[in-house]
C-alpha cells in the first residue's frame, strides 16, 4: 500500500521560507518520479514542481521557478520543496504525488498522470 506522508507546512511572512517534506513507504521510491502540486480555496489544483526517478531532471511551474527547489534523497525515501522569497498568492495545500508505474516516461506536470496523493499540508503566506 503506497502511502505519501507531507510536513513541513505553516504560517510564513511574505518573502519568508518553508522546507515541505513527502516521505513514501509501499513502492520502490527510487524507480518513481514525484510531483508536487497545491490548491487554493475556490481554484482547481494546481502543478509546482516535478522530479524525475533518477534526479537528474526536474520541472517547475511557470509561477515558482527560480523560487522554489523540488529535490529527492532516495536513501530516505523523501521528495522535498524547498520553497523561498514566499509570496501570499502561494497560499494553498501543497499535495506530493506519485505515478501508478515506476519510470514513468512523462514529465509529469498533470494532476492525472499520478494515481497516490498524499494528505496534503497547509502552507499560508501572509502578507
Known amino acids: 500500500q503506497v502511502q505519501l506522508v507531507e510536513s513541513g507546512g505553516g504560517l510564513v511572512q511574505a518573502g519568508g521560507s518553508l522546507r515541505l517534506s513527502c516521505a513514501a513507504s509501499?513502492?520502490?521510491?527510487?524507480?518513481?518520479?514525484m510531483g508536487w502540486f497545491r490548491q487554493a480555496p475556490g481554484k482547481e489544483r494546481e502543478f509546482v514542481a516535478a522530479i524525475s526517478w533518477s534526479g537528474g531532471s526536474t520541472y517547475y511551474a511557470d509561477s515558482v521557478k527560480g523560487r522554489f527547489t523540488i529535490s529527492r534523497d532516495n536513501a530516505k525515501n523523501t521528495v522535498y520543496l524547498q520553497m523561498n522569497s514566499l509570496k501570499p498568492e502561494d497560499t494553498a495545500v501543497y499535495y506530493c504525488?506519485?505515478?501508478?508505474?515506476?519510470?514513468?516516461?512523462?514529465?509529469?506536470?498533470?494532476?492525472?498522470?499520478?494515481?497516490?496523493w498524499g494528505q496534503g499540508t497547509q502552507v499560508t503566506v501572509s502578507s
Open positions: 509501499g513502492l520502490t521510491f527510487s524507480s518513481y518520479g
Open positions: 504525488a506519485a505515478p501508478k508505474s515506476p519510470y514513468a516516461p512523462n514529465r509529469g506536470t498533470y494532476y492525472y498522470q499520478y494515481s497516490y
